[in-house]
């Protein structure tokens, strides 16, 4: 807001034009050991005492204190949920386009998980959103550290439980897959899709279906 822009200059230095915007002073802070360069050739320009960037986030105000807390809760803790989050996402993407091998069961399954998981994890995104949006404002109400630790907390989402779940289900597919190969090697014919089920030579093609 460059009407509330103010700029201290401690130096026997004025610049010839005062900068009046964000992008001018920081142009004119990149400049000035060069414009004092002028001092040693006598035309008059001062040479700055000194001048010092400080980030906001060392600054001890209300402002500062937003400041530091989203550069640390929210930067590096949310880029680690928001990390999990999608590492969790592609992870199932992958258990649900496996190929079941007719257990519709464990599809139906491992659809639904994923489904309740991708719609849990739009509104946890919206609530860490607007946790944000309030911090910035100076709301007191909402926690970034308290809406992080959800995700962490929750029993069925969180990073570590959705790696053991994922374990499980790949468990039991493999457990459905060694089924079929026994009754293979015992000479039953499997069937594995709703076109095998269907067929009209079903009683003479299988000996026993499942």
């Known amino acids: 807001d460059n009407s509330t822009l103010s700029i201290s200059i401690f130096a026997d230095q004025v610049p010839e034009v005062i900068p009046t915007t964000l992008a001018e002073t920081m142009s004119y ?6 414009d004092s360069s002028g001092w040693q050739q006598g035309v008059g320009r ?3 005492l000194y001048y010092i960037l400080t980030p906001l986030a060392q600054l001890d105000n209300v ?8 550069e640390h ?3 590096v803790q949310m880029k680690d949920v928001v990390d999990k989050l999608d590492e969790s996402k592609l992870f199932l993407q992958d258990l649900v386009a496996r190929n079941a091998w007719g257990n519709r069961f464990w599809q139906e399954r491992v659809r639904r998980y994923y489904s309740n998981f991708i719609a849990w994890r739009a509104l946890f995104l919206k609530d860490l959103g607007t946790v944000i949006q309030k911090k910035k404002f100076g709301d007191i109400g909402g926690s970034i550290p308290d809406t992080l630790q959800r995700y962490w907390d929750h029993e069925l989402y969180n990073f570590y ?11 039991d597919l493999g457990g459905w897959l060694a089924q079929i190969e026994s009754l293979r090697q015992n000479g039953v014919q499997v069937a594995l899709s709703g076109e095998d089920i269907a067929a009209a030579q079903l009683d003479l093609t299988y000996d026993k279906t499942y």
């Open 29 to 34: 802070l990149k400049q000035v050991n060069v």
């Open 161 to 171: 439980t959705m790696l053991s779940r994922i374990e499980e289900y790949k468990a």
């Open 63 to 70: 402002d500062a204190q937003v400041v530091h807390e989203i």
């Open 73 to 75: 809760d929210f930067v």
């Open 46 to 48: 001062g040479v700055p």
